[in-house]
């Protein structure tokens, strides 16, 4: 469970207690569903990090929505869009190991994550990680629902394949913007899971 978790379940959990003690079991069983709901919302569990020191790995839960091929910054990347539901995962991870080279927030408007204008559009957080297996851009999105974008770490900061490093509340989608040479191991459609599902394997340098 992450901090801000408890920030959002235990008031509502508070509640209940006091509408109990009133005697007002319906709704106190209203605030106490809510409070697990929150709660689930915040969960953090340990991954197993693949060893593969090739692999890149998922920054976030969800759902693969978009794998495009695109130009960010002037330089050609493949886009792999991951859709983050109310039910999954919100704790975000490094897809590489290496170090926050530019953070950058942009406001933004609050569509529906799933769609393929959000990645342009919504409000979000860029970051970009440089390391042994080349560069990799990572955005978290705000979506409908969710409209707070945490990021925990710092340009110049050091980070291990599939470390924490934010989360956005109530879900959303992130963006994974990859070198075109990438293996790629994913599909639209397919389900993955932050710091355990390899979104593919970058080319050994020679």
């Known amino acids: 469970m992450v901090k801000e978790g408890y920030w959002y379940g235990l008031p509502l959990v508070l509640a209940a207690g006091g509408l109990i003690g009133f005697k007002l079991y319906v709704l106190a069983a209203f605030f106490l569903l809510v409070a697990f709901l929150v709660l689930n919302f915040f969960r953090d569990p340990d991954r197993k990090i693949?060893?593969?020191?090739?692999?890149?790995?998922?920054?976030?839960?969800?759902?693969?929505?978009?794998?495009?091929?695109?130009?960010?910054?002037?330089?050609?990347?493949?886009?792999?869009?991951?859709?983050?539901?109310?039910?999954?995962?919100?704790?975000?991870?490094?897809?590489?190991?290496?170090?926050?080279?530019?953070?950058?927030?942009?406001?933004?408007?609050?569509?529906?994550?799933?769609?393929?204008?959000?990645?342009?559009?919504?409000?979000?957080?860029?970051?970009?990680?440089?390391?042994?297996?080349?560069?990799?851009?990572?955005?978290?999105i705000a979506g409908l629902l969710a409209r707070r974008i945490v990021f925990w770490k710092r340009p110049g900061d050091t980070l291990q394949r599939g470390e924490r490093v934010g989360l956005i509340k109530f879900g959303s989608?992130?963006?994974?913007?990859?070198?075109?040479?990438?293996?790629?191991?994913?599909?639209?459609?397919?389900?993955?899971?932050?710091?355990?599902?390899i979104l593919g394997f970058t080319r050994p340098k020679t």
């Open 50 to 140: 693949p060893a593969e020191p090739e692999a890149v790995v998922s920054p976030a839960d969800g759902r693969v929505v978009q794998v495009v091929e695109e130009s960010f910054e002037e330089r050609p990347v493949r886009r792999v869009s991951i859709f983050m539901s109310p039910f999954d995962v919100h704790v975000n991870r490094s897809p590489i190991a290496g170090t926050v080279r530019q953070v950058s927030y942009h406001r933004g408007s609050f569509r529906v994550a799933s769609q393929a204008c959000a990645s342009v559009e919504n409000e979000q957080n860029v970051f970009t990680i440089e390391g042994d297996q080349g560069v990799i851009v990572v955005k978290q």
């Open 173 to 197: 989608r992130v963006d994974v913007l990859l070198d075109p040479e990438v293996e790629l191991q994913v599909k639209v459609g397919d389900h993955i899971q932050a710091g355990s599902s």
